[in-house]
């Protein structure tokens, strides 16, 4: 007997129908994919597997037996557990606070108040059984991607789950933070906890699950073993057809191009980031890799403005700048693709259509007047080059999926025709269709002249799409590598075996 078996599920959304006619089962103790195109389905299925949605049709089994999942109460009584694309923790609560939120704390007999210590305990050998570490007295907000992963993989190991949803965990961990989490999911496997798992990293599928089902378009597609397909047919199902590789960037001469950005001994109040050398030419792609904490992120905050410096010089287009701000980034043309799409990047009550020409509006505006045509076609075009799955462009990006959502990011990145790009993790969450979209555009736009600095936990894909790169480690860039003929391993020897002499590699080519 399954463990859960789906059948028949459908679910819409005013007419349309996100998912139809989809069946599935999963077994304790199995690793079980889900894949597809962003906006296939993969986040609305899991929501109604967990109570938040109500399907339209269809029958869902727990042991054999038929039940209703009113609530993510339904859900989670009967040990099916979520984490989420879009960490749900209170992020001003300690790890241990969010361990025991909204389950009954353990309580005095005679005594109000909370019994701390005994949560701390059980906290304490829980991690212990399960081999992890996570802080339980840092807040939420301070903890690092891994960490909040964990963290609520922990909660949900603690309501005693025997299934677990996760969707896509690993978008934002480097490969040693993706290690520590298999780590685990193989640890919970074994003890019998089934898992769905929803991923756009395919090589993740094949290294831990047994079965992979693929949705298109709300529909199941098939499921298969995983040794009766490779990646190339997945892609297939996925997208309904071939991918054509964008294959590896043009040799592109640009040394005797002008810089666009120099940073020299950078550092940060924060000093999240203690010393980065960086230049980026004209029509050049620079590559920032390196783990977990490295400072990449606060490195581009600190260029684009909103991470002040203390030390170090920062030069665009040969003018020093003293203090950027956003305000000056704009005037130069700089633009930011932020990781953080939710917090920064997008106004979640707003239209796509506003929100990719928000940059822009003032080119639309005629004696005071936003020419609205013009406006839309322009957010049409950018709609479909993208693959945007929406209905209309008037729709709230607020109902987009994870990775469309992203999308409408970076196409608000494009529409504003910087110079200098700073990218950072701008394929977070997008499908490996539009992944190599995104890597044709960025590279179209430096062979327009446009610089990019791209910055990316994922090597393989930094290796894909840039010029040359820079890895940074414990806030220092540590070392600069053409891309050229580069492979990872070579990259990673640089990565764990911090070489004194990679030093003066630094700045090599200047
Ligand atoms: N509340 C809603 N109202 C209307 N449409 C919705 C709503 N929620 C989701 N959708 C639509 O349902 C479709 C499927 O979305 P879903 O989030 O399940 O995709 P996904 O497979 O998880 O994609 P991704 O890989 O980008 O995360 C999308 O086209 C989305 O716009
Ligand atoms: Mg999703």
């Known amino acids: 007997m399954s463990l859960l078996k789906v059948s028949e599920l459908d679910k819409r959304f005013g ?16 690793i079980h994919a889900l894949v597809g195109e962003n906006g296939a389905g993969k986040s609305t299925f899991i929501k109604i597997m967990t109570g938040v949605y109500q399907p339209e049709g269809g029958e869902i089994f727990w042991q054999g037996e038929k039940v209703v999942l009113k609530s993510p109460r339904d859900a989670r009584d009967l040990g099916i557990s979520v984490i989420h694309q879009d960490r749900h923790l209170v992020p001003y609560f300690t790890g241990l606070e969010n361990l025991y939120l909204g389950a009954n704390y353990p309580k005095r007999k005679f005594w109000p108040g909370i019994r701390w210590g005994i949560m701390r305990e059980e906290a304490e050998r829980l991690k212990a059984q ?24 922990l909660r949900a190991v603690r309501v005693g789950s025997k299934l677990l949803f996760l969707d896509e965990p690993t978008a934002s961990l480097t490969d040693q933070e993706t290690e520590t989490l298999f780590r685990l999911l193989l640890h919970l ?18 290294r831990l699950a047994e079965r992979i089902t693929v949705l298109r378009n709300g529909q199941r597609v098939g499921t298969m073993f995983k040794d009766e397909v490779n990646k190339d047919t997945l892609i297939q199902l996925m997208a309904g057809r071939e991918l054509v590789a964008s294959g590896p960037p043009k040799a592109q001469k640009v040394n005797d191009q002008p810089l666009v950005l120099e940073v020299k001994g950078l550092q940060t109040v ?25 400072g990449r992120t606060e490195l581009l905050e600190a260029i684009y403005g909103i991470r002040p410096k203390c030390a170090g010089e920062i030069k665009l287009n040969g003018k020093a700048l003293s203090r950027p701000s956003p305000v000056s980034s704009l005037r130069e043309g700089v633009v930011l693709v932020p990781e953080d799409r939710r917090g920064q990047a997008l106004i ?21 007047v936003i020419a609205h045509s013009q406006e839309r076609r322009e957010a049409k075009d950018f709609i479909s080059k993208l693959k945007i799955k929406t209905e209309s462009q008037e729709q709230s990006v607020q109902v987009l999926s994870g990775g469309n959502q992203q999308k409408v990011v970076f196409a608000k990145a494009l529409i504003s025709r910087p110079g200098l790009f700073l990218c950072d993790e701008p394929t977070q969450g997008v499908d490996v269709m539009t992944r190599s979209e995104i890597h044709r555009l960025l590279r179209d736009q430096a062979e327009q002249g446009r610089s990019v600095v791209y910055v990316s936990s994922d090597l393989e894909e930094v290796l894909e799409v840039a010029h040359r790169l820079v890895i940074m480690q414990d806030g220092e860039t540590i070392a600069e590598l053409s891309a050229e003929g580069l492979t990872q391993e070579a990259v990673l020897q640089h990565c764990y075996h911090r070489r004194k002499e990679s030093e003066s590699l630094i700045g090599g080519e200047r």
């Open 15 to 30: 007419k349309n129908y996100i998912l139809s006619g989809v069946s599935l089962s999963i077994e304790s103790g199995e």
């Open 130 to 153: 399960l081999g992890i570490e996570v802080p339980l007295e840092k807040q939420a907000q301070d903890m690092s991607p891994t960490e909040r992963t964990l963290l609520e993989i």
């Open 189 to 206: 496997k074994s003890q019998g906890t089934a898992i769905i798992y929803v991923t756009h990293r395919l090589d993740e599928i094949f």
């Open 270 to 294: 924060d000093k999240r980031v203690k010393h980065a050398d960086i230049s980026v030419r004209k029509g050049e792609i620079l590559g920032v890799y390196g783990l977990a904490g490295a």
């Open 348 to 368: 979640m009550d707003m239209s796509i259509r506003e929100n990719i020409t928000l940059p822009v509006l003032r080119h639309y505006t005629v004696g005071g």
